[in-house]
């Protein structure tokens, strides 16, 4: 597609049950990044991909916390027995090459709203 | 580690007039690249501006320029004849070195006043 893709967009989820939310980034990049991002606040790194590996994991906020990415392609994030605080929206965003040359801009997706009831 | 600084959460200009928004950093890397995005309430992140670090010339796109003080490690954004839709939060972000990351700022709120 034309741009990073989300979705879903919304999602509400009742405590404890798991959720799944997917980001299809602008295909040819490489780089892929997920965030947290709380009402009214900054982004809250998560974790990023360079292709299929994780070279930095350190951003998730437990255990129950996930990511994959498959064929250098669409991540999954999975959140576990999701809890109150996991409330937030997540955005993902893919840029064309990690950090070399003039190709570093980071193109982000609209974001999932993540709510849990 | 990298850390991107934000010291001021929110600001407000009245229409035409100019505004700077600050950013600091912290990094051991001699090259890297900075950025500022903005994300209306749309929640869309857009990307405003970008400088190399081992360019010395500050960048500038139409009426948003950057003041950017390698040894001082200040991005600072500046708007001028600020408009309605620059309403929105800015975030600053670095990204360099071996670890690749991403990093952002925790955002300035701006509002731009008739």
Known sequence: ?117 | AQTVTQSQPEMSVQEAETVTLSCTYDTSESNYYLFWYKQPPSRQMILVIRQEAYKQQNATENRFSVNFQKAAKSFSLKISDSQLGDTAMYFCAFIGGSQGNLIFGKGTKLSVKP
Request: hydrophobic share 30%; glycine share 12%; with cysteine.
């Open chain 1, 1 to 117: 597609g034309a741009g990073v893709s989300q979705s879903p967009s919304n999602k509400v989820t009742e405590k404890g049950k798991d959720v799944e939310l997917r980001c299809d980034p602008i295909s040819g990049h490489t780089a892929l990044y997920w965030y947290r991002q709380s009402l009214g606040q900054g982004l809250e790194f998560l974790i990023y991909f360079q292709g299929n590996s994780a070279p930095d994991k350190s951003g998730l906020p437990s255990d129950r916390f996930s990511a994959e990415r498959t064929g250098g392609s669409v991540s999954t994030l999975t959140i576990q027995r999701t809890q109150q605080e996991d409330s937030a929206v997540y955005l993902c965003a893919s840029s064309l090459n990690q950090f070399r040359g003039m190709n570093t801009e980071a193109f982000f997706g609209q974001g999932t709203r993540l709510t849990v009831v």
